[in-house]
């Protein structure tokens, strides 16, 4: 099934409001504001009134202004003004049988990144099987206490959702909880997160490629075109320090000599640029794949990074099966770590050189940190794999 959006325009300007219902695409009618719902998907009447409803609000909100009042707002504040939380009507309490579902599409429609609004969709998806398996019509916030979420890790781990991927879900689940309490849609006086914790993944050997395998890598003859630049970026990941693919994608062009860039992952709350020494091994590949605008030139051969990365990913899977052993972005992200801690580098060194957020109060708020120490150490740990 496939979520059902509500498109509004108006005076040049657009914005989607997600319904909360899903349907099979096959019985969805487009552009059908009032029923766009055929009458053989399933649900089909309920599903007709909670879309009703849903556009009520709207025309309810446009209905209350005045044609100047009209033209004078952008489409995101029709939204705003139509979803507006709870806490701003003129209520005497909090309302917890408000549809979770409908929120949690709302709050994953609002995270920053792409990749990160993928993720949530994900999410949205297995919330509504989970439902559907239940044979629930959707999930109120009052249907949320301890035993629902025991229930909720369970049939994630019974359908096949390895340790990693049901405590992203679980998080994201407790993430949305979260913020619709802030927002005030959800009373904290029975929150059931006070007593139910999500279960840790359990700590594994880590998966890393070998020094020997690392130079193999990098001698490998490739033959089969497109597998040598998917090879090239892997090594520019490693030869940055383990940066992440989304990094290399947007990658500044350097500064005196350095790539300097802030982590996607933690630039909302870590805006310390990481200061890394274009070593030899790296230029090759810049005058190979640079361009005038970033240090790579992939951001301009292809229209978003969700391609890019499936293009690679792919490609580094062919190259797994020529080489003889398992190669993809994580797993060179982490050899340099291994490798660097085999040459008994500082922690500190380690951590402030793969752009983690720095964990102790010195470390954040008053000590400088001295870049030459890791330009010094990521030599070390790039001859330490040539030496092999």
Known sequence: MQLIRLKITNKGTNAFAGTGVYVEPEYFVKYSLYDPIRGKAYMAAE????????????????????????????????????????????????????????????????????????????????????????????????????????????WLTANGKGDATR????????????????????????????????????????????????????????????????????????????????????????KKGEAVFVRHKVDGHWQIPQHIRIEPELRTLIDRYGSDTHM???????????????KISHRLEEISDEIGFKVNMAKVRRTWATLAGELECPEVVIDRSMGHVAKTVNGRFYEKYDWSRTAKWNRRVIDYVLSA
């Not at 050997?205 to 490998?220: G, P, S, Y």
Request: proline residues 2%.
């Open 296 to 310: 790579l030139h992939f951001k301009g051969l292809y229209a978003n990074y969700d391609t890019f990365r499936h």
């Open 167 to 254: 405590h992203m879900l679980e998080s994201y689940v407790r993430a949305a909880y979260k913020e619709a309490q802030k927002r005030h849609m959800v009373s904290r006086e029975h929150d059931p997160y006070l007593d139910y914790s999500i279960r840790p993944i359990p700590t594994k050997e880590i998966e890393c490629l070998t020094r020997e395998e690392m130079r193999a890598l990098m001698n490998a003859d490739l033959k089969k075109k497109g597998h040598q630049w998917a090879r090239d970026m892997a090594l520019a990941s490693f030869y940055l320090c383990g940066a992440n693919l989304l990094d290399l994608y947007e990658m500044p062009k350097e």
């Open 47 to 154: 599903k007709r009134e909670q879309v009703r409803l849903f556009v009520k609000k709207f025309e309810d909100v446009m209905a209350s202004m005045d044609s100047i009042e009209l033209d004078q707002m952008m489409a995101k504040e029709i939204k705003s003004l139509a979803l507006e939380p709870v806490e701003k009507k003129i209520v005497q309490a909090v309302d917890d049988s408000g549809d979770f579902l409908a929120w949690y599409d709302e709050y994953a429609e609002s995270r920053r990144t792409e990749k990160t609004r993928e993720s949530y969709e994900y999410g949205a998806k297995v919330l509504h099987e989970y439902c559907a398996s239940l044979r629930m019509r959707t999930l109120t916030f009052d249907q949320i206490d301890y035993a629902r979420l025991a229930d909720f890790a369970r």
